[in-house]
């Protein structure tokens, strides 16, 4: 089976602008979660999504949101960009939350 | 709230020598999940290692192989004969679904293999 992908793989944006990042889960997987990670925060949880519904939401500002469709896709998009918001992004897939999640490469947003 | 402890920022050991990383966790849960993921310097998140808090008997993946002590919230991971592909940042996680739905990461601990 093909793994879980992201794209894109590096981003580069400019404060103020807004961003959608993308993830495919492996196949048969319907549990996506997002992730972002920081050298100074570690790895901080978004929100997660099962069957286009989201269950579980972080810590994060509403300007972070994130939908997932009927082949469970998901996208998430961040808003109005702070420099703050420079971080890797990971997504993961699970057959259901408590399974095993199985982890993207990221995409590297730098926000200048 | 469910917090990891990793107080090992850094480790290093030498090639072929065994390696313990230690992880605490806090939580009021009775089942629940943990895990030990590794990431390789720019490389992605992959599993080490799972361990199902309702079973007694610790988890092993060949080299790889932990120490759950339930009452005391503890969960390490010991590397046997290390090998320079290990090198990485090893994160500990905890889940516990419930209304949760999220793993709950450690700060990490990072390990370098000297030859």
């Known amino acids: 089976k093909a793994g879980v992908t992201q794209t894109p793989r590096y981003l580069i944006k400019t404060r103020g602008q807004q961003v959608t990042l993308s993830c495919s889960p492996i196949?048969?997987?319907?549990?996506v979660s997002w992730y972002q990670q920081t050298p100074g925060q570690g790895l901080q949880f978004l929100f997660e999504?099962?069957?286009?519904?989201?269950?579980n939401k972080g810590n994060f500002p509403g300007r972070f949101s994130g939908r997932q469709f009927s082949n469970s896709r998901s996208e998430m998009n961040v808003s109005t960009l702070e420099l703050g918001d420079s971080a890797l992004y990971l997504c993961?897939?699970?057959?259901?939350?408590?399974?095993?999640?199985?982890f993207g490469p990221g995409t590297r947003l730098l926000v200048l | 709230a469910q917090t990891v402890t990793q107080s090992q920022p850094e480790m290093s050991v030498q090639e072929a020598e065994t390696v313990t990383l230690s992880c605490t966790y806090d939580?009021?849960?009775?089942?629940?999940?943990l895990f030990w993921y590794k990431q390789p310097p720019s490389r992605q998140m992959i599993l080490v290692i799972r361990?199902?808090?309702?079973?007694?008997q610790n988890a092993t993946e060949n080299r790889f192989s932990v120490n759950f002590q339930k009452a005391a919230k503890s969960f390490s991971l010991k590397i046997s004969d290390s090998q320079l592909g290990d090198t990485a940042m090893y994160f500990c996680?905890?889940?516990?679904?419930?209304?949760?739905?999220?793993?709950?990461f450690g700060k990490g601990t990072l390990l370098t293999v000297n030859p």
């Open positions: 999504y099962f069957s286009e519904t989201q269950r």
């Open positions: 196949s048969g997987h319907r549990s």
């Open positions: 996680a905890f889940n516990s679904g419930g209304s949760n739905y999220k793993l709950t």
């Open positions: 939580t009021s849960e009775n089942n629940y999940y």
């Open positions: 993961a897939s699970s057959l259901d939350v408590l399974e095993t999640q199985y």
């Open positions: 361990q199902e808090a309702y079973k007694q």
